[in-house]
């Protein structure tokens, strides 16, 4: 009888996300919007910029399934647009916090000297809410896409950092690096060839908590004026838009608002359902 073919940890992986529907449930919904933010330009049916002033706040119809804004632009245009501009955030956010929160995680797990100084460093930052300190930050470096997620990487930098150092306590004990400590190999080295690669699974887990986070805090920005200049469409922007006009068009703030929702909510189970599908001690109850 032939022996079957072993599986790669990829497979492994994705066959643990499938055994849950509601995790199934959130990967279809993040690629349909993911895939209804790539195609905006090709499946929009008008221009974000587009205004008609004779059809503005009009409830949603054939034309405008939506319905329209003050200037009588398209809200479900505006919303696959912003769906672009959201997301991007949120994922050039995951990447400036993990790369920062990663080497800042790194230095203080492995070399003993700095963890203290920068362990506080992470703790000054992490005393100050989320939304404080990012507008603070905005503060000094005005509204703009690049300040916005500059501002919202460092806010997440320490939550990367925490979990970094953690597992690279527990690493940097094991056979493995003290062999590679007895043969000589440089600091450098064992950091980024023997510890980084296992802070791979903890690393996507923390990504996909702070791609909702960044999504979330950039939104709450672009309400309180703080966050991406009000000419961009993006979903915060288009729901501080329509605070003016709950009482006679609250068809304005529903498309945004359900996009934000749907989007961290399935981000956060993709999290839930990552963390313990990567888990060991879950998987050997499985």
Known sequence: MAMSKPRSPG????ARLLRRRIVVASLVLIALIVGSAALAPWIAPY???KMDIVHRLKPPVSLHWFGTDDFGRDVLTRTLYGARISLSVGLMVVVLASVLGTALGLFAGYVRKL??????????LMAFPDILLAIALLAGLGPSLFNVVLALGIVYTPRVARVVRGATLVLRELQFVEAAEALGASDARIM??????????PLIVQGTFIFAYAILTEAALSFLGAGVPPTTPTWGNMIAGAQQYMNQADWLILAPGLAIVFTVLSLQIL????????D?????LM
């Open 192 to 201: 980024l060839v023997h510890l980084l690669p296992n802070l791979v699974s």
């Open 115 to 124: 963890d203290a100084a920068l362990m506080r460093f992470t703790d000054a």
């Open 280 to 284: 060991p001690k879950l998987q050997r």
């Open 47 to 49: 221009g974000p910029t």
């Open 271 to 278: 999290g839930d359902g990552l963390r313990d599908a990567l």
């Open 11 to 14: 497979a492994l992986l994705l």
